[in-house]
């Protein structure tokens, strides 16, 4: 059995391939930087789902988020190993899996709008790491985490137009101890933030979530895309629930700064599961 997985901060997709049928199930988001080696055990260990095939799996491919050095690779590596004992095991960053599904074995700009933001240039066989995903609290420009903050500090800093600041409150009853204590004391910050960011879907036809989107989505190609300076005359392709969700307003800043908008999908699942089996001989 081969298994494939592309892992957020949020969430992990698998998809399983073996001659009987193909498997997919979900996890928590799998990160180094929140998880070690033994969490990860733990929660393999969890889920039945994992725990059947736990000795039938051969070969496992990752794709992570806070995948770019080797001390987390490592991390990574070990916990998938000490669960699946007769598995060859590789992790990538998720920027990887990005580029499989989306440009496949062509060239391209490749970028993930999910629960965090990164972005990196693939030449059709490598990718070219970058100065960009810096994280939520220096980065992340257009994520889910970036307009999550947007929403919460607008609305303690009664900026948030009177109707919306309503309908926050009702959704979201919090007060700036409690922004604190998640933020700087939780477990998780950057999904909490992206949590907060879902209050964007219900009003996205207000003025001020859509000015406060094409702002983010500006930042994003500003302070990413535009740093290639080949960015004009390459597809710019896109993953994640937030380029899918607001992929009208992504579409307006990308053609407003001439890049040229390629692929948009939320799940590279698919994709990067094809590509595998593709590059196995499995699939044509």
Not at 94 to 122: H, K, Q, R, V
Not at 179 to 190: A, D, K, L
Request: aromatic share 14%.
């Amino acid at each position: 059995m081969i298994l494939v997985a592309d892992s957020g901060s949020s969430k992990t997709d698998w998809m399983g391939y073996s001659p009987e049928g193909e498997i997919n199930f979900s996890t928590q988001g799998i990160n180094p930087y929140f998880l070690n080696a033994h969490d990860i055990f733990k929660l393999f260990s969890k889920k039945k789902e994992i725990a059947a095939y736990a000795d039938l799996v051969k070969e496992v491919y990752f794709f992570g988020a806070g995948c770019s050095s080797p001390d987390k690779v490592e991390i990574i590596s070990n916990g998938i190993s000490s669960f699946f004992r007769h598995a060859y095991v590789s992790v990538e960053h998720d920027l990887m899996g990005s580029a499989y599904a989306t440009c496949g074995d062509e060239p391209g700009i490749t970028c993930i709008l999910g629960t965090g933001s990164n972005i990196s240039y693939y030449d059709g066989k490598t990718l070219h790491a970058g100065n960009h995903g810096l994280g939520y609290v220096l980065g992340d420009e257009g994520s889910g985490t970036y307009f999550g903050r947007k929403m919460i500090t607008t609305y303690l800093y009664k900026q948030m137009p009177a109707d919306l600041s309503t309908a926050f409150q009702q959704e979201f009853p919090l007060d700036k101890e409690t922004v604190i204590t998640n933020i700087y004391q939780n477990p998780y910050p950057n999904t909490y933030l992206a949590g907060i960011s879902r209050f964007m879907a219900d009003h996205r036809e207000h003025p001020f979530i859509i000015d406060i989107l094409r702002e983010g989505f500006q930042e994003f190609v500003d302070s990413n895309v535009k740093d290639y300076k080949n960015y004009k005359s390459l597809n710019c392709h896109f993953v994640g629930s937030i380029a899918h969700f607001y992929r009208d307003i992504l579409s307006e800043v990308c053609l407003n700064n001439e890049v040229k908008l390629g692929h948009i999908y939320q799940k590279p699942i698919t994709g990067i599961y094809n590509y595998i089996l593709r590059k196995e001989g499995i699939l044509a």
